[in-house]
C-alpha cells in the first residue's frame, strides 16, 4: 500500500479532476508506469514477472453468485432424513448413514449434506414446513435394507392392538408418499395410543377414517376435543310430501 499510494495517489495530488473517468484513466497510467519499472536488484519489472510467471496460471472468474453458506451438524434419522430445524424441513440421506453425524452446509438455494469430508446428498433447498424433499434411490425400502422400520412393523404393532389401528394404519400407507415419510407420523400414533384408553383411541380411529385423514394432528385433535363420546347416527328422513316438487317432465 505504501508503494502503490507513492507511486501512484501522491503524484496525482496536485492534479484536479472533474469527473471519474478521467481520475481512473490517470491512475491506471500511472499503475501502468508502476508496473513496467524495473524493480530495484532485478532484471526484470513487475509486468515481465506476471507475463512469465503468473498469467498462465490464472483461471476464469466464477459465472455464478456468491452465496453466504451456513453449517449445522445433524444425526441422519432412522426414517432416511435429516431435519433442517430453521427450514423445519426434511432432506433424505442415503439409507447407510442412517444414525451417523453428517456435516450440512446450506446456501439460499442449495442444501449439501457431507460425511467425513465426502458429498453423499445435494438437495435444492425448500421452505415449505414439515415437507420433504426426498431421492427414492437414498430410502432403505427402495433397497430392502431395513428392520424395525418398515410398513410391516407398523402393521404388526397395530394390529396386535387393535383392528381398527391396523385398517387406519394400512390406509395411511397406501398414500402416495414414501414409507419413511410416514415413520415418524406411526410413531406418533403409537405414542398416542400409549396415553389414550383402548376404546376411546379406537374410537378416534374409527373418526378419522370415516373423514379420510390420516394425520397424526387429526387424530390429536379427536382426543385433545374428545370427539369420541357415543353419538347416534343421524337417519335419513324422506322429505315431505307437497306440491312444489316439479316432475321429470320439466327437464325434457
Request: proline share 3%; aromatic share 14%.
Amino acid at each position: 500500500m505504501k508503494l502503490i499510494y507513492n507511486r501512484v495517489y501522491a503524484k496525482l495530488r496536485n492534479q484536479q479532476f472533474f469527473d471519474l473517468p478521467s481520475l481512473n484513466q490517470a491512475i491506471r497510467e500511472k499503475v501502468k508506469a508502476h508496473n513496467q519499472t524495473r524493480m530495484q536488484r532485478k532484471e526484470y519489472c513487475r509486468e515481465e514477472k506476471f507475463l512469465a510467471d503468473e498469467k498462465q496460471t490464472l483461471i476464469p472468474l466464477v459465472t455464478q453468485d456468491f452465496e453466504i453458506k451456513y453449517y449445522k451438524r445433524h444425526k441422519v434419522a432412522k426414517n432416511n432424513h435429516i431435519y433442517l430445524t430453521i427450514d423445519k424441513h426434511y432432506y433424505s440421506v442415503p439409507y447407510a448413514y442412517i444414525g451417523v453425524q453428517v456435516k450440512v452446509i446450506y446456501t439460499r438455494n442449495l442444501v449439501r449434506i457431507y460425511s467425513k469430508g465426502t458429498l453423499i446428498a445435494v438437495h435444492p433447498r425448500s421452505y415449505k414446513k414439515s415437507g420433504y424433499s426426498t431421492l427414492k434411490e437414498h430410502l432403505c425400502s427402495h433397497h430392502q435394507h431395513y428392520l424395525t422400520r418398515s410398513p410391516e412393523y407398523y402393521l404388526q404393532r397395530g394390529y396386535k392392538h387393535s383392528e381398527d389401528l391396523y385398517q387406519y394404519l394400512k390406509a395411511l400407507f397406501k398414500q402416495d408418499k414414501y414409507p419413511e415419510q410416514l415413520y415418524r407420523t406411526c410413531d406418533g400414533i403409537f405414542n398416542l395410543a400409549k396415553k389414550t384408553a383402548p376404546l376411546e383411541f379406537t374410537k378416534a380411529c374409527t373418526i378419522a377414517m370415516d373423514n379420510h385423514n390420516y394425520s397424526f394432528g387429526f387424530l390429536q385433535r379427536i382426543l385433545e376435543n374428545k370427539m369420541t363420546g357415543d353419538t347416534q347416527a343421524i337417519k335419513d328422513k324422506d322429505l315431505p310430501e307437497h306440491q312444489n316438487i316439479r316432475g321429470a317432465s320439466s327437464y325434457k
